[in-house]
């Protein structure tokens, strides 16, 4: 099993799981930018040049929420629960919230404070979209209460939907008013399996 992956990065997800489920992989890393990502020998294997990519056997996937779905349910399946399980849809709804609420704000403030060129950037838009990011992580916030994981139990919602917390802390979201989210960010950043994927 092959991981396409650059540091701070959506590949860090598909890393971190295969830690927690002890499954082996070899790395090929990219760091964020480099131009052999969007080099004809890579985008044969991801078209975007993007990270992260599985390879396992002749299955090749790229996006990290469907790599966590596909490892779950073929080397893990106590860490997605199916249809039959009470946490079902509290799990789906977390597993999604990611990609659909958290990241498209993260990806905006990214772009607009560390990606674009200082004369390019735009104030506005960076607050505009953090403040739509505090917004997303409150709905989160309330969902935790009295949780310890996303759906009751740790599953790969909380590699997905926690590592997008994560992000969101380090790029400076305000937590301040998050307590039930800062005490799961540290949960999820105490995990050996989370720390050895920050350290690949």
């Not at 509290?90 to 659909?100: D, F, M, N, S, V």
């Not at 739509?132 to 939907?161: K, P, S």
Request: glycine share 6%; hydrophobic share 40%; net charge negative.
């Amino acid at each position: 099993m092959k991981v396409y992956f650059a540091p701070q990065s959506r590949a860090v997800r598909t890393v971190w799981l295969l830690e927690e489920i002890g499954q082996p992989y070899e790395l090929e890393k990219f760091t964020l930018g480099q131009k052999e990502m969007r080099g004809p020998d890579y985008t044969a294997i991801n078209p975007n040049g993007r990270v992260p990519t599985l390879v396992d056997g002749d299955v090749t996937i790229t996006e990290s929420t469907a790599i966590a779905q596909y490892l779950a349910a073929k080397y893990a399946p106590d860490l997605g629960p199916g249809p039959e399980a009470q946490n079902f849809a509290e799990y789906l709804q977390w597993l999604h919230y990611a990609e659909g609420m958290i990241m498209p704000p993260i990806n905006t403030y990214v772009v607009e404070t560390i990606l674009l060129p200082p004369e390019r950037r735009n104030d506005e838009i960076a607050a505009r979209a953090l403040k739509l990011l505090n917004r997303t992580l409150a709905a989160v916030e309330r969902h935790m209460e009295g949780r310890e994981f996303l759906a009751g139990e740790f599953t790969i919602a909380d590699t997905i939907t926690g590592h997008a917390v994560l992000m969101a802390r380090r790029l400076g979201a305000d937590f301040a008013h998050l307590p039930n989210l800062s005490a799961y960010a540290d949960r999820l950043e105490a995990r050996p399996a989370f720390q050895a994927a920050e350290t690949v």
